[in-house]
C-alpha cells in the first residue's frame, strides 16, 4: 500500500438496508427509528440506500470514480445476529462477497467494526456502559479478523467514540437519549476505549498482513483570547473533544489531568480498574483515523448552569450547536464564519490546525481521513444530475490544506470523502446529504453520480500523476 488512498466511506446502517434480511438481528438503531418518539425525522433505515443489494454497482462506481479505496463498516448483527450467540453465515457470505468486489475492483477494503449499530439485545444490558459488552465485542471482532482478516488491510476497531458519546448521553439524540449525564458518557467511553485497545491486542497477536487503529472525530480546539482564563478552558475543551481519546490510544493511558478534572466535577469513577492499564498499552493503534468536519471554538464559563444546543433540524431551526459545562469552557460564536444549514462551523483551515496539532503530539503517526464533507439540502434536475458546487468547493479547501500538512511532515497517507452515495443521516434522516453520488429515494433509489463525483476523480488522476 505505497500509494496514497484515495477513497469514500459509508456505514452499515446508513446505507445497507435489508433490515431483516440474511437473519440479520435487530439493532439500537432499529429499535429507535421504528419505536422512539424523539426519532423527529419518522424515517428509518430499513431500506436505506439499498448496498444490501446493490453493492456490486455501488462498489464498481467507486472505481470508475477513480477511487482506490473504500471505506465501509461491518454490522454486528449479521455477523452475530443477537450480538452475543451463533454465527451468521448469510452474514459472513455477506461481506465476504463485498470485500471481494472491493478486490475485484482493485479497492483497498478498510474496514470498521463498530459504526453505532449495537445489537439490541446488548443494548438492552445497558450496552457501553456495562462492562460486558467489552467481552462480546472481542469475540465479534476475532470472528471478524477470522472470517475476513486474509483480505482486509485496514481495520478500525470503533468510530468516533467520544461523538458517539457524546450524542448518546450528553445531547441525548442518539438512543439511549440521555441528556447531560456526564457519569454515564465517561462509563461508557471509557469502555469503549478498553475495547478498542483489547481488540487491537487481539488483532495483533495473530499476525495478520494488515493494520489497526481507531477512528476519532477531531474538533480542533481554538479561542478568541490567550489569556490564562481562556488557555485553561482550552486546555479542558481538548481533553474533553480530543485528547482522552487521542492520548490514550497513541501513548497507552489516560492523560492524568483528566482523572483529576473528572473526579473534581463529581464523577463517579469506579469503572476505571488497574487491571486495565497494561490493556491499554498494549493496545496502542497502528494508525490514527480522523473524521474531521469542523473545529471547537471556545470561551471560559464559569458561571451558569451546563446546557447541550443541538441544531437537529436543520434550516428550520434557529439553534446554533454548542455546550456550556460550568467549570470546563463553552461554545463561542464567530460570526466571520460561515455555516452549513444544520449551524456548524464551514471552517477548512480547521484540517491543517488539527493535523499540525496530532503531529505535534504524537510525531509521525500513520493518519488516514477517514471522513470529510458537507451536508446539504440538495434537488436535482429532470434527469436526476445534482450540480454540487457548495460541496467541490469547500471539499477543494479541506483538501488544500491536507496537502500542506502532508508537505509539512504529517504521515497522512490516505483521504476519504464523506460519503459514497447519499445514506441515512442519525438524526436528520434522507433530507440531509452527503453523496458523492445522488440516491434517488422517492423511487428506484437509482444512483446518479453528482458533479462532485466528476470533480473528485479528476483530483485524484491529478495528485495520482504528480504522485
Ligand atoms: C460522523 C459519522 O460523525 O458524521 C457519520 O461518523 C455521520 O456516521 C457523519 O453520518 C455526518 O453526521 P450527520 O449527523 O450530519 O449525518
Not at 479541506?398 to 464523506?418: D, F, P, R, S
Request: net charge neutral.
Amino acid at each position: 500500500m505505497n500509494k496514497f488512498l484515495w477513497g469514500s466511506a459509508t456505514a452499515s446502517y446508513q446505507c445497507e438496508g435489508g433490515w431483516n434480511e440474511g437473519n440479520r438481528g435487530e439493532t439500537q438503531w432499529d429499535n429507535f427509528s421504528h419505536h422512539s418518539a424523539l426519532n423527529i425525522n419518522h424515517v428509518n433505515g430499513d431500506v436505506a440506500s439499498d448496498f444490501y443489494h446493490k453493492y456490486e454497482e455501488d462498489i464498481k462506481l467507486l472505481a470508475d470514480g477513480g477511487q482506490n479505496t473504500f471505506r465501509f463498516s461491518i454490522a454486528w448483527s449479521r455477523i452475530i445476529p443477537d450480538g452475543v450467540g451463533e454465527i451468521n453465515p448469510a452474514g459472513i457470505e455477506f461481506y465476504n462477497k463485498v470485500i471481494d468486489t472491493c478486490l475485484k475492483y482493485h479497492l483497498v477494503p478498510n474496514v470498521t467494526l463498530f459504526h453505532y449499530d449495537l445489537p439490541k439485545p446488548i443494548y438492552d444490558i445497558g450496552g457501553w456502559e456495562n462492562r460486558k459488552t467489552i467481552t462480546y465485542f472481542v469475540r465479534y471482532a476475532q470472528i471478524c479478523f477470522k472470517y475476513f482478516g486474509d483480505r482486509v488491510p485496514l481495520w478500525s476497531t470503533i468510530n468516533e467514540p467520544n461523538y458517539y458519546s457524546y450524542c448518546s448521553y450528553i445531547v441525548g439524540n442518539y438512543p439511549p437519549n440521555k441528556k447531560l449525564d456526564f457519569n454515564a458518557f465517561c462509563k461508557s467511553g471509557y469502555h469503549l476505549l478498553l475495547a478498542s485497545a483489547r481488540v487491537v491486542r487481539e488483532y495483533k497477536k495473530l499476525n495478520l498482513p494488515g493494520r489497526i487503529g481507531i477512528v476519532i472525530d477531531t474538533s480542533n480546539v481554538q479561542t478568541k483570547r490567550s489569556d490564562d482564563l481562556s488557555m485553561k478552558a482550552a486546555r479542558k475543551a481538548d481533553l474533553f473533544y480530543n485528547k482522552w481519546v487521542t492520548d490514550t490510544v497513541c501513548k497507552g493511558y489516560f492523560p492524568q489531568q483528566l482523572f483529576t478534572l473528572t473526579k473534581d466535577s463529581g464523577i463517579d469513577l469506579s469503572f476505571v480498574k488497574k487491571a486495565d492499564k497494561p490493556i491499554f498499552m498494549s493496545g496502542i493503534v497502528d494508525f490514527l483515523g480522523l473524521n474531521i468536519y469542523s473545529r471547537a471554538f471556545i470561551k471560559p464559563y464559569t458561571e451558569g448552569k451546563t446546557e447541550v444546543f443541538m441544531n437537529n433540524k436543520g434550516k428550520n431551526s434557529k439553534v446554533k450547536e454548542g455546550i456550556k459545562i460550568k467549570d470546563w469552557f463553552e461554545t463561542d460564536y464567530d460570526p466571520d464564519i460561515p455555516r452549513t444549514k444544520w449551524g456548524s462551523e464551514l471552517y477548512p483551515k480547521c484540517m491543517y490546525d488539527e493535523l499540525m496539532d496530532i503531529k505535534k503530539n504524537y510525531g509521525n503517526i500513520l493518519i488516514y481521513i477517514t471522513e470529510n464533507g458537507i451536508g446539504e439540502y440538495e434537488t436535482a434536475d429532470k434527469t436526476g444530475y445534482v450540480v454540487d458546487d457548495e460541496r467541490i468547493e469547500i471539499m477543494k479547501k479541506y483538501i488544500c490544506y491536507m496537502l500542506k500538512a502532508k508537505k509539512e511532515g504529517v504521515n497522512v497517507q490516505g483521504y476519504y470523502a464523506w460519503s459514497t452515495m447519499d445514506l441515512y443521516s442519525w438524526v436528520n434522516g434522507y433530507e440531509k446529504r452527503y453523496g458523492l453520488i445522488r440516491v434517488d429515494f422517492d423511487h428506484d433509489l437509482k444512483r446518479i453520480p453528482k458533479k462532485s463525483y466528476f470533480w473528485y476523480k479528476n483530483l485524484i488522476l491529478q495528485n495520482t500523476e504528480e504522485g
